[in-house]
């Protein structure tokens, strides 16, 4: 056994040992809340899968995408903190700035793939929401112009900033992304509430029994539209106030809201679709119908009511 003894500052190894503590926090989070994302995946894959529409091909292609974006993130964050750990370990040994440690360049470039990789999600997933809005709003173009165009705004921010790893980026424009992404959620899900409430206003005009059936359809999607925005919306905003925390238990708290916000993207859509599609397979809307999509939950009601609805 060597009797080799090494000698480092105390100030600098709390630091570094603070900011490897927060890391393992974010990733064990992350794994935790992948766990679940995994569970309501085959909740979701298995009815859909079972019955194949030309129309569910490309949610079913989404729903793919989004699984492999959270695993790669996912094993990507926990190589990241094996990579910090080994310069740990290296620090003890002779102290070496962590910029000029061959490890940096490694960690740099996983840490830049995840960023990546959430933007992209988060593209993918607000886009998920667009055409969840676009199909219950009879398609029309004009209604997701502006929160397509917000939908942009918030993605490419984040994108130049997962480029550059925040380096060069004010705090105010590293909130932009952050702040972007709450106010499309906000008006995504208030033009698709707005309608579901609406399609609900004529149903009762043209439905002699408006029955307690409907009245069921219609709240439980304007409960699960609710419910996944304002999840999402919580999400982003605890986000946009932890930004600024970089140090002791703020730091904690803000990598944990990070993990979170890593599988939170993928689970509030997956969520969404398991509640409609079993909604949809409890009878109470039936699975050959045209017009009957998981992305608008459930069968609202009537032909004739969605017909005069346009």
Same mark, same amino acid.
Request: with cysteine; net charge neutral.
């Given at each position: ?21 927060? !890391? $393992? @926090? ?6 935790? +809340? ?5 569970? &309501?995946? #085959? *909740? ?105 165009? !917000? $939908? @942009? ?6 994108? +130049? ?5 925040? &380096?060069? #980026? *004010? ?140």
């Amino acid at each position: 056994m060597s009797d080799t003894n090494y000698t480092i500052d105390a100030v600098r190894f709390d630091f570094v040992c603070e900011q490897f503590f927060g !890391l $393992m @926090i974010e990733t064990s989070a992350s794994f935790i +809340l992948y766990g679940f994302y995994v569970h &309501y995946f #085959f *909740s979701t894959i298995r009815p859909l899968s079972r019955r194949i529409t030309k129309a569910q091909i490309p949610l079913l292609i989404a729903i793919w995408v989004m699984l492999l974006l959270g695993t790669t993130h996912a094993v990507l964050g926990f190589t990241r903190d094996i990579l910090y750990f080994r310069y740990i370990q290296k620090l003890v040994r002779a102290y070496i700035p962590w910029s000029e440690d061959p490890l940096f360049r490694k960690y740099n470039i996983l840490a830049m793939t995840q960023n990546i990789l959430f933007a992209a999600n988060n593209l993918l997933t607000d886009t998920f929401l667009l055409y969840r809005c676009y199909l219950i709003w009879n398609c029309r173009v004009r209604v997701i112009l502006i929160p397509g165009m !917000l $939908m @942009i705004a918030a993605f490419v921010p984040g994108l +130049l900033q997962s480029l550059v790893l925040n &380096y060069h #980026f *004010s705090l105010l424009e590293s909130l932009s992304t952050f702040l972007m992404a709450t106010v499309t959620n906000v008006l995504l899900t208030g033009l698709i509430a707005g309608r579901v409430w609406w399609m609900k206003h004529e149903v009762s005009h043209y439905t002699e029994t408006y029955d307690s059936v409907f009245r069921t359809r219609y709240g439980t999607a304007m409960k699960i539209i609710l419910e996944s925005g304002a999840l999402y919306c919580v999400t982003s905003i605890l986000l946009t106030v932890t930004t600024p925390l970089t140090t002791g238990g703020g730091w904690y708290f803000h990598s944990i809201l990070f993990a979170l916000g890593w599988q939170i993207v993928n689970i509030i859509p997956t969520v969404a679709l398991v509640r409609g599609t079993q909604h949809s397979e409890d009878g109470e809307s039936s699975p050959g119908e045209e017009g009957d999509h998981p992305l608008v939950f459930v069968n609202l009601g009537p032909r004739s009511a969605n017909a005069n609805s346009t």
